[in-house]
């Protein structure tokens, strides 16, 4: 059966059928009644950041106390609930405005903006952190983290033109950090060698989000007119959403 414009869409993740046309009717059964449950949009903006926040937080199961840098964004949302629901302690930073937010989920607030953020975060942490989560590749996050914790990234911000290059270097810089160590997560790359693995991921954040216990990230559709701003692809959302860019 072709597809037509508005047709819901789900994705699949493994070996067997990850370019199939077709799904077993058992499969496409049980897919529908998930459907029927939740907004589909919401449901679209999961796949690539559930899978990054539950690696994220697979790299230290055991940590008592988290940093996330960014705590508002997409995959900080995903990752600051999971982490309070296994019991963390949580420590964010995020702008003023998701303030709210943030602390709404339990998270312990720290505006990212004051000129005193790192102090902040110790304070409110009750010291030195066993984790802490960037996507950015700021080096600074380091200073509050213990000797045998880890920063795990996520990415990192590149240089017009050379995204691809500096995020490799990257990379390579942090494997060669040590007390704290460092850790690079790249979703994409576990989604292709380890499918069945994203599956499972991917079904229990869709079940946790239907069931009310995880709160996704709200999507705002824009065009892709309005997704390039000053040559870049526009990353920036207000606090608990996510950019979808929309084609006709």
Excluded: C
Aim: net charge positive.
């Amino acid at each position: 059966m072709r597809p037509r414009a508005g047709d819901a869409r789900v994705d699949r993740v493994d070996r067997r059928s990850r370019n199939g046309r077709r799904v077993s009717a058992p499969s496409a059964a049980r897919l529908r009644h998930r459907l029927r449950r939740r907004r589909r949009r919401i449901v679209a903006t999961l796949p690539l950041d559930a899978v990054t926040a539950r690696l994220v937080l697979g790299v230290r199961p055991s940590a008592e106390r988290i940093f996330v840098n960014g705590v508002s964004g997409p995959v900080g949302l995903l990752i600051a609930q999971l982490a309070l629901a296994a019991g963390a302690t949580v420590v964010g930073t995020a702008s003023e405005r998701g303030r709210e937010l943030v602390e709404s989920l339990g998270v312990r607030f720290v505006d990212y903006a004051s000129g005193t953020w790192i102090d902040d975060v110790l304070a409110a942490g009750g010291g030195p952190l066993d984790v802490a989560v960037d996507h950015r590749g700021d080096a600074s996050v380091r200073a509050v983290v213990r000797p045998g914790g880890v920063v795990v990234r996520t990415a990192f911000t590149g240089r017009p033109g050379r995204e691809r290059s500096d995020t490799a270097l990257g990379a390579l810089v942090v494997a060669a950090r040590t007390h704290p160590a460092e850790r690079v997560i790249s979703s994409p790359a576990v989604s292709v060698l380890s499918p069945r693995r994203t599956s499972r991921i991917l079904a229990e954040t869709v079940s946790a989000v239907a069931a009310g216990r995880l709160r996704a990230p709200r999507p705002v559709l824009i065009d892709p007119a309005e997704a390039i701003v000053d040559g870049r692809l526009r990353s920036s959302a207000a606090a608990g959403e996510k950019l979808v860019v929309r084609f006709a």
